[in-house]
Every structure is written in C-alpha cells, then in structure tokens.
C-alpha cells in the first residue's frame, strides 16, 4: 500500500536541465539530490507555500497511489529526503515565525524556518539557539525530523531536549499538539522520526541566555586516539563546548591524531562591545578569504587535493601547524564551519561523498575506532575528514545517542571505489555493533534493517510501526531512507 505504480506515468521527454515532463497530477518530475551528491533519484517536486498545500498534497498523493518525502534544506548526505518515483514536499517556503518573547527566549516557528533565521532573530536580544548543526541553512523541521546534535550534546543534549511543544499535522488529516507530558509518545517518536509519522506545523522552542556574541576558544593538537579521546574527557566539564578534528589519514604512533577546539561562553560584563557583538552584521562570515578570493570558488582549488595523496599532505601541514592558541570568535564562525566554504562538497567530485558517523559508548570507542582506521588503511580507503564530539543518551524512540563519543566520517566516491567502499562500511557496521554503538539516520547511506533492529531494539522498532500505522495508516508518509532501514 502507497507504492507507485510507475507503470502509469508516460516520460515525454529529458532535456538537459533534469526535469522529466509527465502525464500527472504534479506536472513534473525531476531529478534531486542528497547533499553529498552521491544519490540522483526522480520525484515529482512540490514546494508549498501554505498548510493548504500540505493538505492538498496528501490528499492527491493518497488518490494517485503515490508516497511522500518531506524535504527540508536537504542537507542530510544519505536518502532521507529523497523519494524515487514518489512526491517530494519541500517544506522551506512555510518559514514564517509566529511569536517571539524576548523577556523569556521563546519562540514559535513554522517547520521551513532555518538555523539562520532563528539566530538572527533571537541573538541582537541576548539569545542563541541551544543546538544548532555544522550548517545554519537547516530548516527546524528538518532539524527535528532527525534529532540534531551539536558540538555540546553532552551538555545541553539534542535538540528536541529544548522542545517546549510541537504542532504537526497527521496523514489522516488529524492536528495534534504534542510536549513532554501531552502525547508524549508522539513527541518523543515525531522527533527523530524522520518526517515519517506526521508533518510539523509549529514548533515551540526555549532559547539559550547571551552576554555577548563571542566565544573564548582555545585550541590544542592531539598525537593520537588515545590522547584525543583522553583530552576530550577531560575538558567536557569545563567546556560548553569541544569538538575535534581527526586526520584520518595519518597511521602508525600517529593514529586517530588532530586538533580539539573547546569554546565557552563570555560571562556577562567580560565583553566590554557586547552590544556591537551581538548584531546580526557583526557575525556574518566573509564572503571572501584576505578580502580577495571569493569563498564560492574555493571548491576548485580544493578538488585537485580531493585524493590519497593530496588529502594526506593537506591534513599533514594542518596537524604540523597547529599550535596552543586562545582567542575569541563569534558564534557563527565558531559554530557554522560547514558554511565558510560555500559549496565545499563539490570538492569531492562527480560521484559525491558519504559521510559515515558512529556513536560508541566511551568503555569501547578506542578500540573499536582503531580497528575501523586500520581497516580503512589496509584496503586504501582512508576518510579525507574526521570529527569527534562527546555525548550523551536522551529518552527519544530512535535515538542514536549514547554515554559516549562519535567520529563522522567523510569518503569520497568514485567509480572504483563504489563497491568496495560499500563493502568496508558494512564491516564497520559491524564492529561498532558488536561494541554497544549506534548510528545517525541523517548520515550513514548504508544502514540495513537488521543493523537497525540491532541497535534500536525490537521494543524500539515495534513501537515506531505501531505509532506509524497509528498515525499513517495508509503509509503515505515515507521515504528511500524509510524503505532501505523499515522495509518490510
């Protein structure tokens, strides 16, 4: 039930620009992509602009047979908000925020409202989103489809932790309001959930207090895995947030080495310009580097070290200048690095990237991540970029959190390495289940339905089919992400 019958729709033709002209409903079909670029699929494409059109939207779609995918920024690197044959809803144009309460650090937001309109909103009255991703063009809906994490999840947890009260809207036409306490199987299922339960209408959530638009950061190298996971360990209680750096490449004593950036905040009065900090204009990233080379070119200059060899020597000279060093940044620089480099992605070239992250507990991260880096040396398929951060378990469904650390890993794809690439990273799988770990469905492209049983639980998953033909009992709501890791 709520498969397409992709028999039924005529191709008129394919031009040049992607977009497949069809006999139906929606009037086209195009291609669209995850953000790693590694994934193509046709959808028809819908943008919107009110609930009318949500509703509208599931209606056609239940008369047509057809499923949908909600579509936030599409910013995750796998299938999540991808639908091959189906409808994809993208959900940015609904962005309006409905009620802000400066004395309190409330607000109220529709699902399409990005990282980006949060902060500028709240920050020149005192205030900061209290979890925010790598990038700020992530819509909130889209943020709690998966449960977003930051770089102080041990601390502050994800951020559905921060959730006061959702509003969302059910494929059967229903309008709930869900909280911890109201329907609290709901919201604890609807975020993490994947856009696979119901659609968010509102969302509710508590700002964290500022004193000032800078962070005191302080930045020190690591020689190896051990070290580096020792010294984050060390420095979460005194950190409000730490994150890590691992050159991936590097082998031998040198083995899981970078560079780990802790940042604090500024109590209040330390920020003598506080004022001037807290301004939208104060924290926005420079377009271009020493004011002269713009930002979104430097993904070419980037692509010819996109290699083994070039990755290695480029992670090399960073390890090898990286140095003890304290200063003061601004949030949006401290937080947003995925936005300094407009387009990076596209470094990694015509096949794309995945990015494949673990989460294991702390009694089990060490050795089960220095077998997966020396796996990855022996078949010569390093990671070009590593990050560690610290976490910690929270109460939702499908959570991927655990008392411990997680290291997101990006790979780039190519025609030769496609198959054996897929084949290390089941391996991984592997060993970071046999370790008591989980993982992320925002990230990993390779998840099986038995991983996922493994470590959700089965009293986990049957909850989530039970809420889903509960809420989408004609299946409506769903997604390639859904039908790879939930398929019957």
């Not at 291609?31 to 819908?46: C, D, M, Q, T």
């Not at 009110?50 to 499923?67: C, P, V």
């Not at 400066?102 to 920050?123: D, K």
């Not at 998966?146 to 559905?160: L, Q």
Request: charge should be neutral; hydrophobic fraction near 35%.
């Amino acid at each position: 039930m709520g498969h397409a019958d992709h028999s039924k729709y005529t191709f008129i033709h394919f031009p040049e620009n992607g977009v497949l002209m069809t006999k139906s409903l929606f009037e086209t079909m195009r291609y669209v992509e995850n953000f790693g670029h590694s994934l193509r699929l046709p959808a028809y494409y819908f943008q919107p602009e009110e609930m009318d059109g949500i509703r509208q939207a599931l209606h056609s779609a239940k008369e047509e047979g057809l499923t949908v995918t909600l579509r936030g920024a599409g910013r995750s690197y796998n299938d999540a908000s991808l639908n091959a044959g189906g409808i994809i809803l993208d959900l940015q144009a609904i962005n309006q925020i409905l009620d802000w309460r400066p004395e309190s650090g409330i607000i109220r937001c529709e699902p399409g409202v990005t990282l980006q309109q949060l902060w500028q909103h709240v920050l020149p009255a005192g205030w900061w989103p209290p979890v925010v991703s790598g990038t700020m063009t992530t819509t909130l809906g889209g943020c709690l489809g998966m449960n977003i994490h930051g770089k102080n999840n041990y601390k502050t947890g994800t951020i559905g932790e921060h959730v006061i009260e959702f509003n969302a809207l059910l494929p059967t036409g229903a309008e709930v309001t869900c909280s911890p306490k109201l329907n609290g199987d709901l919201f604890r299922a609807m975020i993490g959930g994947m856009g696979l339960l119901g659609i968010f209408t509102s969302i509710t959530l508590q700002m964290k207090r500022m004193h000032s638009g800078l962070l005191q950061v302080s930045a020190w190298n690591v020689p190896n895995l051990t070290t580096h996971l020792e010294e984050i360990e060390n420095h979460k209680d005194v950190a409000d947030y730490i994150v890590g750096w691992m050159d991936c490449t590097s082998g031998g004593r040198g083995l899981g080495r970078g560079q780990l950036h802790q940042a604090n905040y500024l109590p209040e009065g330390a920020d003598t310009n506080a004022e001037r900090s807290l301004q939208v204009d104060f924290q926005t990233l420079p377009s271009k580097f020493f004011g002269l080379v713009p930002k979104s070119a430097l993904h070419y200059f980037m692509g010819p070290f996109m290699n083994n060899p070039g990755t290695r020597l480029v992670n090399s000279a960073k390890y090898l200048v990286g140095r003890n060093k304290t200063y003061r940044q601004s949030h949006a620089s401290f937080h947003f690095l995925l936005d300094y480099v407009p387009g990076w992605e596209l470094s990694y070239g015509r096949q794309g990237l995945i990015q494949y992250q673990s989460f294991l507990p702390k009694e089990t991260a060490l050795q089960t991540w220095t077998e997966m880096l020396r796996l990855s040396h022996r078949v010569n398929l390093p990671s070009y970029l590593g990050v560690t951060k610290r976490h910690r378990p929270d109460g939702f469904l499908l959570s991927h959190a655990v008392n411990g650390y997680s290291l997101a890993m990006d790979f780039k794809i190519t025609n030769h390495n496609r198959y054996p690439l897929a084949g290390m990273l089941q391996e991984f799988d592997q060993l970071v289940l046999q370790a008591g770990g989980r993982f992320y469905f925002a990230k990993n492209s390779e998840t099986l339905p038995k991983t996922a049983l493994t470590f959700l639980g089965e009293d986990a998953v049957n909850k989530f089919r039970s809420l889903k033909n509960r809420c989408d009992p004609d299946h409506l709501l769903e997604s390639n992400l859904y039908r790879r890791v939930f398929g019957e």
